[in-house]
C-alpha cells in the first residue's frame, strides 16, 4: 500500500473524484461485431499471417486500458476509439514485420538489457509512468521494485474496491509499458543497423559540405513550356504506353480502392424547430426563479449542454458567453434569454452562488475504512483526536499504511465536468478549510482526516445554472427530410439516375475517387460503417441503399462508379496523367533544338519566347526558384557545381522550361570540418533508416480487412 500510496500523486482525487476502474470492454460487445462474419474471422494479413479479430480486439481493449488509464477517465469518444484501433493496428504491423527481419539477423532484446534499461531510466517510455521520483520527476526503478513486490504478494480482495481496481489496472498498464518496451528497443537495435551501413566518410562529408556551402550567382535564359500550346503537341497512344511501361511503378496500389459518388443529406433545423427552442428555454428560465428547485435534477431535465456543478468554478470554465455576463450578473437572478451564434443556442442562467475560494489548496489525508461504516466512523474519530492532541500526521498515516504526504488539489482538476455528491463535497470542504485546520470527512463507506497546509491564488468563483439549448432539428423534420429523401432514392436507384436527376431534385452528386477502406468513414461523416462496408462488397455501378448516419442527422446514398484493384493502375486510369508528362517531354525536346547552337545569353534573347534573370546564391543541396518560370529546379543547382565560370552550358530541361546557365562566380561560406559534417551526415543516415520501416512494409503484402468488423 505505501508503494501504490507513492505512486498516486493526487492523493484521494485519482481514486474518489476520477473513479479509476478496469476498463476492458465488455466481452459480449466486442464478440457482436464478429456475429455477422462466422464464416471469415480475420481482420487482415501481414507477410502471409492472418491475423483474427478475436486477437486483434484483445489488442484494442488492451490499448484502451492504457488509454484511459493515463488519462484518468473512464470514457473515450468514438474518434478516439478510431484513433486507438489505427494505432494498435499500425503497431501490430510494425511489430511482425520487425519480428521477421530481426529473426533474420538474429536480433534479440535480452532480459539482461531490459534490466539495464530499467536501471538506468532514461528510455522515453519510462519518463511517462507513474513509477516518478517525486523530488527529481525521473523515472525510479525502486518505486516499480517495490509496486510489482506488492502486487505480487497482496490479496486484492482484501483491500477496498478502489485500491484493488488501481492495483490492477496499474499491473495491467506496467505490462503494456513493459512489452512496449522491448519492442522499442529491438527497433532501435534494427535501426541502427541500418544506419550504420550508411555511415558517413570523409568523402563523403566533403561532398555534403560542399553542396551546402559552395554557391554560385547565375545568368540564365529560359523558354517556359507554357510558351507552347498544348494543342501544338501531338502524342500517340504508344508513346503513352512506352512511358507507362517505364513508370509503371509509380502507379502500383498496395490496397483495392474503389470510385464513388454519393449524395450526403444534412438535416438541419426548421424556423419552426428554432421557434420551439425559444419557447422551451423561456419557460425553463420562468421555472428557474423559483427558490426551493433542486437545481442539479432539474437542469439536467432541460436538456441543457452546460450541466450544472455543484462545485464554484472560476468563471473561465463556463462556455465563453455564459463567462462574460458573470461580472455584471446579480446572485439569485435568472438572465434574460438570449441567443448565442457562436454555438447556435438559447440561453438563460441564474448565479446561484458567488465566492472567493483559492485555486491551489495544498493538503494531506488518512483514507479510513474498517469492515463496517460504524467501525469505520469510530476509527476515523480516534485517529482525528489524536492528531488535534498533538499526534504527527505522517507518522499516524504510516500507521494505517499510509504515506501522508502533500498534495495539491488545483480548479483544473474539477473544472473540467460537473462535480456532484460525495466528490463535490470533498472538494467544497478542502477550499473552505483555513490553513492547518483538520477535518473528518464523512463520505460514507470512507472517512478522510484531511489537513490543509496551504492555500494559494485566491479568486472569484461561481456556481452557475445554465439552460443552454443547442438548435436542432425536431422529430418532424427529420421525418420531412428523410420522406423525400427515401422517396428520390427509390425512384433514381441506377447510377445513370442519380447522375441525372440530382441537382433538379436539390441534391449535390460528389464524386472521390480512391476510396479505401481503411479511411473507416464516407465523406468525414461518423457512423458510416455499414456504408463502408457496402462500398466493399458492391460490384461497378451499384447504388446502395439510403444511409441513415452521422450524429442522427445525415442521410447518405452511395454508388460504385470504379473498382481499382490492388496491383499496378490500369493504363486508362493514369492516361491523361502520363499525356501531360509526355506532352512536356516533347516541348522539352523541341526547345532544346531550337537553344542547341546558343553561345551566350545574349544571343538566346533573339529567340521567341525567351525570358532572362539573374539568380544568385544558388546550391546543390537546395532547389532553385526562378520567378520567370515560376518553376523549382533542383537541376539547376547540380548543373551549376559543375560549371565553369562564365562558360554558357548546353540547353537543360527542367521543370518548367529549357534552360542556359552561365555561371558568374562561385564562393564558399564557412570553413570545412570533417568531424562535424560526418555527424551531420550521420544524422541523416539516422533519419533514413526510421523511414526504411516503409519499404519493409510494402514488401510485406498488408491486407487490412477490419471494415468487415469494426
Not at 468514438?78 to 527481419?101: A, F, P, R
Amino acid at each position: 500500500m505505501a508503494t501504490l500510496q507513492k505512486i498516486r500523486s493526487k492523493g484521494p482525487l485519482l481514486v474518489i473524484i476520477i473513479g479509476l476502474a478496469l476498463f476492458a470492454f465488455v466481452a459480449g460487445d466486442a464478440w457482436k461485431a464478429l456475429q455477422p462474419h462466422t464464416g471469415k474471422q480475420d481482420v487482415g494479413e501481414i507477410n502471409g499471417e492472418t491475423i483474427s479479430a478475436q486477437d486483434y480486439q484483445k489488442l484494442v481493449d488492451e490499448y484502451t486500458e492504457v488509454y484511459k488509464f493515463t488519462r484518468q477517465t473512464n470514457a473515450i469518444s468514438d474518434e478516439e476509439l478510431t484513433q486507438i484501433k489505427d494505432e494498435v493496428w499500425n503497431s501490430l504491423v510494425t511489430t511482425k514485420i520487425l519480428e521477421k527481419e530481426a529473426a533474420k539477423l538474429g536480433l534479440q532484446v535480452t532480459d539482461a538489457e531490459m534490466r539495464t534499461v530499467l536501471a538506468e531510466g532514461t528510455h522515453q517510455l519510462l519518463q511517462q509512468t507513474p513509477f516518478r521520483n517525486p523530488q527529481t520527476g525521473r523515472f525510479d526503478v525502486d518505486l516499480l521494485k517495490n509496486f510489482l513486490n506488492e502486487a505480487a504478494t497482496i490479496d486484492l480482495t482484501q483491500l477496498p474496491q478502489q485500491y484493488a481496481e488501481y492495483y490492477q489496472s496499474m499491473s495491467n498498464y506496467w505490462n503494456f509499458i513493459e512489452k512496449t518496451l522491448r519492442q522499442s528497443l529491438l527497433m532501435e537495435k534494427y535501426q541502427a543497423i541500418v544506419a550504420n551501413s550508411m555511415i558517413s566518410n570523409p568523402v563523403s562529408a566533403q561532398d555534403a559540405y560542399n553542396g551546402s556551402n559552395n554557391s554560385m550567382n547565375l545568368l540564365i535564359a529560359a523558354i517556359p513550356y507554357t510558351s507552347v500550346a498544348d494543342s501544338t503537341v501531338k502524342v500517340s497512344d504508344s508513346e503513352l504506353k512506352d512511358l507507362y511501361n517505364e513508370k509503371k511503378e509509380m502507379y502500383k496500389q498496395y490496397a483495392e480502392s474503389r470510385d464513388i459518388k454519393y449524395i450526403d443529406v444534412l438535416v438541419t433545423a426548421s424556423q419552426e424547430d428554432r421557434n420551439q427552442i425559444e419557447k422551451e428555454v423561456e419557460e425553463y428560465a420562468s421555472q428557474l426563479s423559483a427558490d426551493d428547485l433542486e437545481v442539479a435534477p432539474f437542469i439536467r431535465s432541460t436538456g441543457s449542454a452546460t450541466l450544472y456543478s455543484e462545485v464554484p468554478v472560476k468563471s473561465s470554465a463556463y462556455p465563453r458567453d455564459i463567462a462574460s455576463r458573470l461580472d455584471t450578473a446579480k446572485v439569485g437572478q435568472v438572465s434574460a434569454l438570449y441567443y448565442n451564434r457562436a454555438d447556435d443556442s438559447f440561453n438563460a442562467f441564474k448565479v446561484i452562488a458567488k465566492t472567493n475560494e483559492p485555486d491551489s489548496v495544498q493538503y494531506r489525508v488518512i483514507q479510513v475504512m474498517a469492515n463496517d461504516e460504524a467501525a469505520t466512523n469510530t476509527l476515523a474519530d480516534s485517529i482525528y483526536n489524536a492528531i488535534k492532541g498533538g499526534a504527527d500526521f505522517v507518522e499516524l498515516a504510516k500507521k494505517y499504511g499510509q504515506e501522508g504526504q502533500d498534495t495539491w488539489i488545483y480548479g483544473a482538476q474539477y473544472e473540467t465536468a460537473p462535480v456532484e455528491a460525495e466528490n463535490a463535497q470533498l472538494v467544497n470542504t478542502l477550499n473552505n478549510m483555513a490553513k492547518n485546520e483538520v477535518k473528518n470527512l464523512d463520505l460514507g463507506q470512507v472517512n478522510l482526516i484531511l489537513q490543509v497546509l496551504d492555500r494559494k491564488a485566491m479568486t472569484d468563483k461561481y456556481q452557475v445554472a445554465v439552460i443552454k439549448r443547442i438548435v436542432d432539428f425536431s422529430k418532424e423534420t427529420y421525418n420531412k427530410a428523410y420522406n423525400k429523401f427515401s422517396q428520390f432514392v427509390a425512384a433514381n436507384n441506377s447510377l445513370e439516375e442519380l447522375e441525372a436527376n440530382a441537382e433538379e431534385n436539390g441534391y449535390r452528386l460528389l464524386e472521390r475517387k480512391n476510396f479505401y477502406s481503411n479511411e473507416h468513414n464516407v465523406s468525414n461523416i461518423s457512423g458510416t460503417r455499414e456504408a463502408l462496408k457496402w462500398i466493399f462488397e458492391a460490384e461497378k455501378g451499384d447504388v446502395s441503399p439510403l444511409y441513415e448516419c452521422g450524429e442522427n442527422n445525415h442521410m447518405l446514398v452511395v454508388a460504385v462508379t470504379d473498382v481499382n484493384e490492388e496491383g499496378y493502375m490500369p493504363f486508362e486510369k493514369v492516361k491523361e496523367q502520363l499525356k501531360a508528362e509526355a506532352i512536356r517531354n516533347k516541348k522539352a525536346e523541341a526547345l532544346m533544338a531550337q537553344m542547341k547552337d546558343i553561345k551566350s545569353i545574349n544571343d538566346a534573347k533573339s529567340i521567341a519566347n525567351v525570358v532572362t534573370d539573374t539568380i544568385k546564391h544558388v546550391t546543390f543541396a537546395a532547389p532553385t526558384y526562378v520567378s520567370v518560370t515560376r518553376g523549382s529546379e533542383p537541376v539547376l543547382g547540380a548543373y551549376a557545381s559543375l560549371a565553369e565560370v562564365n562558360k554558357v552550358s548546353a540547353p537543360i530541361k527542367g521543370n518548367a522550361g529549357v534552360y542556359i546557365i552561365q555561371v558568374l562566380d562561385k564562393e564558399t561560406t564557412g570553413n570545412f570540418n570533417a568531424a562535424t559534417e560526418e555527424g551531420k551526415q550521420n544524422a541523416v543516415a539516422a533519419r533514413a533508416a526510421s523511414r526504411f520501416m516503409n519499404d519493409l512494409y510494402m514488401n510485406a503484402n498488408v491486407k487490412d480487412e477490419r471494415y468487415l468488423f469494426f
